[in-house]
């Protein structure tokens, strides 16, 4: 006998009756309705957008395995939701969202060695210390990989990713640094390495922690006088992942004890992934002795996705938020927008919300509206490097005369507008200026930009160079 919607679906009812109370039973599963079977993938109708949340927050695993059983294990669940419409026609509509098949992360616990001196381990993440340490893992479950959807400019580092999550420790991608500009997904595949290994192996301990945190925390256990205290929770973690690790760049402190924490990890087998907005070469103000560890595995790079991968990244959005669009409208999208995916995946949910909440029929001149508005209002993130590559190319430079020790005028006025720049632009200190402009110290900066100020107001030519690079910079 075929399977039906219906059929597939009372198979689905019976197996979950079994498995929660009664009362749960009639109040989130009887009003739904099986609506269609296709292949692998079934669709059933939930009454409101609220009812989808409930069951996608509470009953997500229950109904991945009830259909599992049904449909093996490719199988697909989508909800289709009656929307009431309060505009013009009183008819109501139907919004289809797949499911997320995901919970929540669940924290996990440790059991920790403690020696008698000192019979309380204090958790970074908790005030006060407790013995039976509850580690929540930091990960947001809905950066997985699945939704990070794969091409050349990111296969590297996707599939290194992939490598880690099933043999986390036990690769020679250890640590394994993911680098690259801004928006580009590294924070998403660190989530996602998490997510799938606490999938895979839910005993191990698997932490994310953004880089500034980690700082903030080691800070706090130095006033605390605890600093051995942080060093050893951290080294309890199976998977350690630190995101924006050039964060702790000019930190000399928190570099050392994270130093140690690495070394220990690494030592015992655990894996160590990185995210990082530049490569270990270009990292300025980190410890030759950190830089030479992340160099140890196997370091990635993000590039901006090209034009295909960009359609796909636009389809799986508009997949996600249960979202029809012409083709040509997705295309213009992506020829258009290029810099990165959260620039992207801006645009598009900026046409959505101008098509949904005016109520307008989504149009290639709404599309060209959308874009060109967002894209003028997109500001370059200004980087002293950016910085510097400008400066030497308007004065016919190479980037090593730039920072060299030479005292001829042009290239020292040349210089002088660089760390002038970089302190306008940028929130870097006047010491990491100076060390990335020729590994000058912050006084030398802070005389250039009184020099600059200075020939601005005496010197007409100097004054069109201020203003000639500050319109490249703007751009």
């Not at 070394?263 to 990185?274: A, D, F, M």
């Not at 210089?415 to 060390?435: D, E, P, V, W």
Request: hydrophobic residues 40%; proline residues 3%.
């Amino acid at each position: 006998m075929s399977k039906t919607a219906q059929s597939v679906w009372e198979n689905c009812l019976s197996f979950i009756k079994d498995n929660i109370q009664d009362q749960a039973y009639k109040t989130w599963f009887e009003p739904i309705k099986s609506v269609e079977l296709t292949d692998n993938a079934l669709y059933i109708q939930v009454p409101s957008k609220f009812f989808y949340e409930w069951l996608e927050e509470h009953y997500v695993k229950l109904l991945k395995v009830a259909l599992t059983k049904e449909l093996g294990k490719n199988a697909k669940l989508l909800y289709k939701i009656k929307m009431e419409n309060t505009y013009g026609n009183k008819q109501p509509y139907m919004e289809q969202l797949p499911s997320a098949h995901r919970s929540p992360m669940k924290p996990q616990e440790v059991d920790a060695p403690f020696k008698n001196l000192n019979p309380e381990l204090k958790n970074p993440f908790v005030i006060p210390g407790i013995r039976n340490l509850k580690i929540e893992s930091q990960l947001n479950a809905n950066y997985s990989f699945d939704n990070f959807l794969e091409g050349d400019s990111n296969r590297l580092a996707r599939s290194a990713g992939m490598a880690v999550a099933n043999k986390p420790g036990g690769t020679s991608f250890n640590p394994l640094l993911i680098f690259g500009g801004v928006g580009l997904g590294k924070t998403h595949l660190a989530h996602a390495i998490g997510v799938e290994i606490k999938d895979k192996y839910p005993e191990k301990t698997v932490l994310y922690i953004s880089a500034e945190i980690f700082t903030q925390q080691y800070i706090d256990s130095v006033k605390k006088n605890n600093r051995n205290d942080f060093i050893h929770f951290y080294q309890l973690i199976d998977v350690l992942i630190i995101d924006d690790v050039q964060f702790l760049s000019g930190k000399s402190g928190t570099q050392d004890v994270f130093f140690h924490i690495f070394n220990y990890l690494h030592q015992n087998g655990k894996q160590v992934i990185l995210t990082s907005d530049k490569a270990p070469v270009d990292m300025q103000d980190i410890e030759q002795r950190l830089l030479s560890r992340f160099k140890w595995g196997l370091s990635a790079e993000l590039h901006q996705p090209d034009y295909e991968t960009r359609i796909s990244i636009l389809k799986n959005i508009l997949y996600r938020d249960g979202v029809e669009m012409p083709e040509e409208i997705i295309e213009y999208v992506a020829r258009n927008i290029k810099s990165n995916v959260r620039e992207l995946e801006g645009a598009i949910i900026s046409l959505i919300a101008q098509s949904s909440f005016n109520k307008k029929e989504v149009t290639l001149e709404l599309a060209k509206h959308v874009v060109e508005k967002f894209v003028k209002n997109v500001k370059r993130e200004i980087s002293i490097d950016y910085i510097q590559k400008i400066v030497s190319e308007y004065f016919q430079l190479d980037l090593e005369t730039l920072q060299s020790k030479t005292r001829k005028r042009h290239v020292v006025q040349a210089r002088q507008l660089a760390m002038f720049f970089a302190k306008k632009f940028t929130k870097s200190s006047l010491a990491n200026i100076g060390s990335q402009i020729g590994d000058r110290d912050h006084a030398t900066v802070l005389h250039a930009c009184k020099t600059v100020d200075n020939l601005v107001s005496t010197d007409k030519q100097f004054k069109k160079f201020v203003d000639d690079i500050h319109k490249k910079l703007t751009l």
